[in-house]
């Protein structure tokens, strides 16, 4: 009956966070507006900024920031034992990612739909936002270049997804060809989850492959090359051809799928074969603080999603209101997402003794995506009874998918960084966004093939690097919109008390790392480290100048 317990308690947990937290943060916070006219009306070009029916936009938002992080570090994080990957994630959805979400939508919305790293000139000053857009640049390199790897290596390995991840992207121009032409929502709701469900089932049956050689690289390779061509073709659509119908179409099959998985656990009501607290930990293993907090960022808190946020969500949101239910609602989605996967990794659906738990995580950063589909594949049958091919298939669709829009809107966010570069150094050519995307895409490949070779890995050379960048990424968010709430005379303790934390945390983990790949001489990651934290370190010294020099002038009268 634990993993009940462990669904109750979180999603109880989460429940209160929508319904009482985000409202008190709507109102007596950031104070939404729902007669402000949102850039998506002020800027409309019907490419990036459009007026989005927030349903829809909850599912691009969703599916954009979730990616198959929140899947894979709690599956990861569950190493440590079930008790603290719970805590973190209900805490972390709660009262970090439901804020921080949030606050960067309403923060870019309240400023013309700019990025988080643009919008830092504008609340801190002008270094701020160099500072930044290196920190924003290096974590969508290491997403677009990972998850290009992830999705190609699920490929290759569960090759019975390909042909509804494919399939997906059909249905999606369809759909946005119809929602642009206000068909009914609830109607294309139905016809789309049905149409990538009978997709599934085919891919169970009918699995592609493509061959081990071709053109001189490997299957993994060749995947590789054709993801990257199709994302950067998406990137350059307008957002409402496929991206948003996308999106909402993926949100759409999250919900059915974590429908299926919640109510499996209830069905079935299986043991939990993980430790609360696993006392088996090796000696050389990582030190549950601060490592927790970086391993599970998707699914408490993540700087990936301000940029989303900041990026595309901001610039489509409809009315001010819909903020809260597009940001608050879509961090619950991906913990919830990332609770059930705890769930799943810890139960007796993956390993039905503790020994035989013990044995699957035996060593740190052993388990994964394959992990979550395995055990949650197993849970859907126990529960259901739906044949273990074709629950396999599903889950392995979902991640695929996930990770695939993540990476879709990955490209386009990389694409705006550099026109941003372009217009910040006045670089004609780089303010075009075919040459904008050819550059992005350019740089995730170089680095995918030059420091990997033909197999097309480099990104996981960096990828260490990811957790604690991301979180700092965080932090520094977290900063900018603090600094703008103690600029409008607001309460900024309830940005400021998580910022503080997940600061520490991340910045711990850096320092951890650093020494670690110093001593063992790893001069790529010490260097990569080193500009992370000394620019994160300027930017919150730049903030407090502001913050102090605002104090003063205002005689030190509003409270933090």
């Known amino acids: 009956m634990q993993s009940v317990m462990i669904v109750v308690l979180g999603l109880a947990g989460m429940a209160f966070g929508w319904f009482v937290y985000s409202r008190f943060i709507a109102t007596k916070i950031y104070r939404l507006d729902p007669d402000f006219v949102t850039p998506a009306h002020e800027f409309r070009d019907d490419v990036d900024y459009v007026p989005t029916n927030k349903y829809v936009l909850w599912g691009h938002h969703f599916t954009s920031i979730a990616g198959a992080a929140p899947i894979v570090g709690p599956a990861i994080a569950v190493y440590w034992g079930w008790v603290p990957a719970v805590l973190w994630v209900t805490l972390g959805t709660i009262f970090f990612a439901g804020v921080h979400d949030f606050g960067a939508i309403w923060a870019s919305a309240r400023n013309k739909g700019k990025s988080i790293g643009a919008l830092s000139e504008e609340v801190v000053g002008k270094r701020t936002r160099a500072l930044f857009m290196i920190v924003i640049f290096l974590v969508l390199l290491m997403v677009n270049a990972v998850f290009g790897v992830v999705i190609a290596g699920l490929f290759v390995d569960t090759s019975s997804a390909v042909f509804p991840a494919w399939s997906a992207i059909a249905v999606a121009l369809i759909i946005g060809q119809l929602l642009h032409r206000n068909f009914n929502l609830t109607v294309l709701s139905v016809l789309g989850v049905a149409a990538l469900y009978a997709s599934i089932y085919l891919g169970s049956i009918m699995p592609i492959e493509l061959p081990d050689q071709m053109l001189g690289l490997g299957a993994n390779a060749n995947w590789l090359i054709i993801l990257f061509v199709y994302a950067a073709i ?23 799928g974590l429908v299926l998985l919640y109510s499996a656990v209830l069905i079935s009501l299986p043991d939990i074969s993980a430790p609360a607290f696993n006392s ?9 603080v601060p490592l927790l907090f970086v391993t599970i960022a998707c699914g408490a808190v993540s700087g990936f999603h301000g940029i989303v946020s900041s990026g ?22 991906e913990g919830s997402l990332a609770l059930i996967t705890i769930v799943a990794v810890s139960g007796a659906a993956l390993a039905a003794t503790p020994e035989l738990w013990h044995a699957l995580y035996e060593q740190y950063g052993e388990a994964g995506a394959a992990t979550f589909v395995q055990g949650g594949a197993q849970l859907i049958q126990d529960g259901w009874g739906i044949p273990l091919a074709v629950s396999t298939t599903l889950l392995a669709t979902m991640v695929v998918l996930f990770a695939a829009t993540t990476m879709d809107t990955g490209v386009r966010l990389q694409r705006y960084i550099i026109q941003e570069w372009g217009e910040i150094y006045g670089i004609a050519l780089l303010k075009n966004s075919i040459v904008a995307t050819l550059v992005a895409v350019g740089c995730c490949l170089f680095l995918a093939f030059g420091a990997g070779g033909a197999s097309g890995s480099g990104g996981l050379v960096i990828w260490p690097l990811f957790g604690s960048t991301n979180q700092i990424l965080a932090g520094l968010t977290l900063l900018v919109i603090s600094v703008m709430l103690i600029k409008l005379g607001r309460p900024a303790r309830y940005t400021l008390i998580p910022m503080t934390f997940v600061m520490i945390t991340s910045a711990w983990a850096a320092l951890l790392k650093l020494i670690e790949w110093y001593q063992a001489g790893n001069w790529l990651l010490v260097a990569i480290d080193l500009v992370v934290l000394v620019t ?25």
Not at 234 to 246: D, E, K, T
Request: glycine share 6%.
């Open 280 to 288: 088996q930990v090796g000696v050389d293993s990582p030190s549950l």
């Open 312 to 333: 595309t969500t901001s610039k489509q949101l409809d009315k001010e209101t819909d903020a809260r239910f597009v940001g608050y609602l879509g961090a619950i989605g």
């Open 234 to 256: 998406a990137s350059m659509l307008p957002i409402w051809v496929l991206l948003q119908p996308r999106d909402f179409i993926n949100g759409m099959q999250l919900i059915v």
């Open 536 to 560: 994160s370190l300027l930017v919150i010294l730049e903030a407090a100048s502001v913050i102090a020099r605002y104090r003063r002038a205002n005689y030190a009268s509003e409270p933090l």
